[in-house]
């Protein structure tokens, strides 16, 4: 059985404490490699690699790092295939998803960042007749990057891109849920020609080598993407650390639907937005709020399309809808389809597990489901179920829409249809979420902000929000 190791330091190595975790195959059902399950002992290495890594690091030119930073991008592009498989295997999604999302998006994170660092700039504020500020941005030093299961490398990506491209240097931590694709990147980084000791990639639990990240008093900064539940824990250990905190957590996202809208088009986007990635996607949209007037016509046609999409297993090549991510998820979706049933709810379709031929017998699958009936209010529409499970509820005004739209703790992405401009407008402004599509969805712009507020999150990643994350602003003032 294939043993995973840490990155630290420039090479790979076993955990200090010898132990491991078993890593499952989500459209099997099986254990197909070991994970380290690395504690306190290894951060402490990885911390001391990174020290010394980082006067060497941090002084290079911007030009130099944004040079190696591009060769790691082309260094995944140019192993694609293996990327795609392996981020596939691990994590149960289709591999047509992976090789069209997952991983060219990873590629597109460190290219984007390794070019978009020589393009950062600082600010410099002139007071007449006194003098001239100018603000300094310099890198934090080390940082802590803590990433989720549903988009594995392109999430990891996402983080690790702009903390290194700042300047710092780097521990981070993937989901041990899914760690292969972020086990594979120390040898591409390696290759690129990355100075040992600048990024260091350890595995193993949240709770344990998570935690102690999190509680290393030298890693000045962490960004996190990951539940809500964990988001909170986290803020109340690193806070009274003066930590800075960047904190991507879980949503309950509201796809809201006119009747003048391109009915086509949104069908099938909301067929997506849906189920893309068996929902386990933070942006997808899980609360289908429709305007009354078409609530019947599109009950039918989103019912028809969802009947017909196939559960299969996530290697071949045609398959669309994967495996979920574990079997306590599997589980956990599963049990809100019965509270939905207890809390009124009617299941239009789906709500069940698949059970495919062998070799995939034991695999984690489960039809999409469509549910109605429900209140707006009731804990089916107010928990985050992340999985292929969404509930649909009509709506008679734009006010009463936007109410139950705006209504859960939550406020990461809200998607709305309509072909009215002002009303398209209107509704984005009053929307509470870090995030809105109008008519399309998961249209991806690495210069925006990216994030949630409420409970969604504290902070924004992407563009130019995430290289000030990771740079320590420092005001001069010379006197004329
Ligand atoms: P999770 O919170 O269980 O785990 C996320 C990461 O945190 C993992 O690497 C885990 O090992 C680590 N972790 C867990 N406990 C920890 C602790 N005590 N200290 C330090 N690290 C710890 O989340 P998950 O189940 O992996 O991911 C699903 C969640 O992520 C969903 O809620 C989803 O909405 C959210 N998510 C949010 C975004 C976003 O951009 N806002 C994107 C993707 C996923």
């Excluded at 698949?354 to 429900?374: D, H, K, S």
Aim: with cysteine; aromatic share 10%.
């Amino acid at each position: 059985m294939e043993k995973l190791q840490n990155f630290i330091d420039g090479v790979y190595r076993a955990p200090i404490g010898g132990t491991y975790i078993d890593n499952f195959e989500p459209a099997t059902g099986q254990v197909y490699s070991l994970i380290p399950d690395s504690d306190e002992r290894d951060v402490e290495l990885a911390v001391e690699a990174a020290e010394k890594a980082f006067p060497i690091w941090s002084k290079m030119t911007t030009e130099e790092r944004s040079k190696i930073l591009v060769r790691l991008s082309e260094g995944i592009e140019r192993r694609m295939d293996e990327f795609v498989q392996a981020e596939s295997r691990d994590n149960g999604k289709p591999v047509s998803l992976a090789a069209h999302v997952d991983i060219p998006r990873s590629v597109s994170n460190f290219h984007f960042f390794a070019t978009a660092i020589t393009h950062f700039s600082s600010e410099s504020h002139y007071m007449e007749g006194e003098g001239i500020n100018y603000t300094l941005r310099k890198p934090i030093g080390i940082v802590g990057c803590i990433s989720p299961w549903n988009l594995p490398l392109y999430l990891f990506s996402w983080k690790i891109a702009p903390a290194l491209a700042a300047g710092n240097c780097v521990i981070a931590k993937p989901s041990e849920v899914t760690p292969y694709t972020a086990y594979l990147l120390g040898k591409v980084a390696e290759e690129a020609g990355m100075p040992a000791g600048v990024l260091n990639i350890l595995h193993g639990l949240g709770h344990k080598v998570g935690d102690a990240i999190v509680k290393h008093k030298r890693i000045k900064a962490i960004s996190f993407t990951g539940g809500t539940k964990t988001g909170e824990y986290l803020a109340r250990t690193a806070a009274p650390m003066f930590k800075k905190l960047s904190l991507e957590l879980g949503g309950k996202n509201p796809v809201i639907i006119f009747a003048d809208c391109d009915f086509a088009d949104m069908l099938s986007t909301t067929i997506r937005s849906s189920f893309s990635n068996q929902g386990q996607i933070c942006l997808c949209g899980s609360r289908i709020f429709i305007e009354r007037a078409i609530y019947d016509k599109f009950k039918k046609a989103f019912v028809e399309k969802v009947d017909r999409m196939v559960v299969s297993n996530p290697t071949d090549p045609n398959s669309r809808m994967g495996a979920l991510v574990s079997l306590p998820h599997l589980e956990k979706v599963l049990s809100y389809v019965e509270l939905a049933k207890e809390e009124g709810g009617t299941v239009l379709t789906g709500g069940v597990k698949v059970q495919l031929e062998a070799p995939y017998n034991e695999g984690y699958y489960m039809r999409p489901t469509v549910i109605e009936g429900l209140a707006f209010d009731c804990r089916t529409n107010q928990e985050e179920i992340f999985g292929p499970v969404v509930t649909i509820t009509p709506f008679d005004s734009e006010e009463e829409a936007l109410m139950m739209a705006n209504s859960t703790e939550y406020g990461l992405q809200t998607t709305l249809w309509t072909s009215d401009l002002k009303r398209a407008h209107r509704v984005a402004d009053q929307a509470q979420s870090g995030i809105v599509w109008i008519n399309s969805w998961m249209v991806r712009d690495l210069r925006t902000p990216f994030g949630g507020m409420k409970s969604s999150g504290v902070g924004r990643e992407g563009g130019l929000e995430a290289l000030r994350f990771f740079t320590e602003p420092k005001n001069v003032f010379i006197k004329y």
